[in-house]
């Protein structure tokens, strides 16, 4: 990933995330076998590495956007995006970190398009494995060997806080019939915000830029993750299940306060009130309720809240980007990222 200044020779979103893959894979792949055999096993049946067995598999492993997100920042602000390689590492290890305790606290029994590793292996045994994914992020960040390293452990591991005091508000609002929407935003900017942020700003710091186009990089990523919060949530509620590897209508049997469903329940209108009684009590929700509360998601106008929340943080998180002086094709890239990943088709 040699930096070029000329913005017309960018690539395309997926290129970048090929590019990336190749760049950063083999040191996860090192870094997860470093891991104890039992929790290897299932971390890399879970990246899609191997089967159930220990098989070699082309399973999905995802698309790694926030390991590119790293490495193009370093490219952006003038660095090496080899340089990078360890926080890329430790930003993709914290989110299947994230993922493998989901996917338990969510009962998920797929994720792109395979069983779930609690599904294969317990759901004690997924847990610890995503236990000791988010230590090795840490030990991989701490033992880089970079300037920015002792800084940036601690820039991640504040981020693992945020993120899950936003997953903790997400499950609590599955309870709670009074969310609103300045509530539902901040837990989203921390669930999601948080990691996409950290992986900008990391990324930036190991390319050695000054601490205000970092914040910049950083700024970028966190009103990137509330567009692609927005956008995933619209999956969660309208999403094909052959393109996003989930049951049809998966946030709502589980009466989650996703963006657009907030945005109905608080619209003032008779499908929102509507959506209330439907989404009362504990109950999971039927196959035919479920699809009831999608029409009314849509009739009360969250679905277009959404969408247009996704364009307005998608906006936001390109201004930031400009205003960090980027090297143009690294600039060009990011946005491509961003436009990627704010999709509704993918």
Not at 241 to 248: E, L
Not at 289 to 301: P, T, V, Y
Request: proline share 4%; aromatic share 4%; hydrophobic share 45%.
């Amino acid at each position: 990933m040699t930096t070029i200044n000329d913005a017309t020779a960018a690539r395309s979103a997926t290129d970048v995330l090929a590019a990336c893959r190749d760049l950063g894979t083999p040191a996860l792949r090192a870094a997860v076998d470093s891991m104890p055999g039992s929790m290897r096993h299932i971390t890399g049946y879970h990246l899609g590495w191997w089967d159930a067995d220990g098989e070699p598999t082309d399973a999905d492993s995802g698309k790694a956007l926030r390991p590119a997100l790293v490495l193009c920042a370093a490219e952006a602000v003038g660095g090496d995006p080899a340089e990078a390689i360890p926080a890329a590492v430790a930003v993709e290890l914290v989110h299947n970190f994230s993922l493998l305790h989901d996917d338990v606290i969510d009962g998920d029994l797929t994720r792109r398009h395979r069983p779930t590793a609690w599904t294969v292996f317990g759901t004690s045994a997924a847990i610890l494995a995503g236990d000791s994914a988010l230590t090795l992020a840490m030990d991989v960040l701490a033992a880089a060997g970079h300037p920015a390293a002792e800084p940036a452990t601690r820039l991640l591991a504040a981020c693992v806080q945020e993120l899950i005091d936003g997953q903790g508000n997400d499950i609590a609002f599955e309870a709670r019939a009074d969310v609103t929407m300045v509530e539902c935003l901040r837990m989203v900017e921390a669930k999601t915000g948080a990691l996409l942020a950290a992986s900008c700003t990391l990324g930036a710091l190991f390319g050695r830029a000054d601490q205000a186009r970092a914040g910049r990089l950083g700024a970028f990523g966190r009103h990137l993750g509330v567009a692609f919060q927005s956008a995933d949530d619209l999956l969660g509620v309208w999403g094909v299940p052959a393109v996003t590897g989930k049951p049809v209508h998966s946030d709502l049997v589980s009466h989650k306060k996703s963006l657009p469903v907030v945005a109905a329940l608080t619209s003032g209108t008779q499908a929102g009130r509507d959506l209330a009684d439907l989404y009362a009590g504990d109950t999971p929700l039927t196959d035919e309720q479920a699809r009831r509360a999608a029409g009314l998601i849509d009739l009360a106008g969250g679905r277009t809240w959404a969408e247009q929340r996704a364009e307005d943080e998608l906006a936001a998180a390109l201004n930031e980007l400009a205003m960090a002086d980027p090297v143009p094709r690294a600039a060009a890239e990011l946005g491509a990222l961003a436009r990627l990943a704010t999709r509704r088709d993918h």
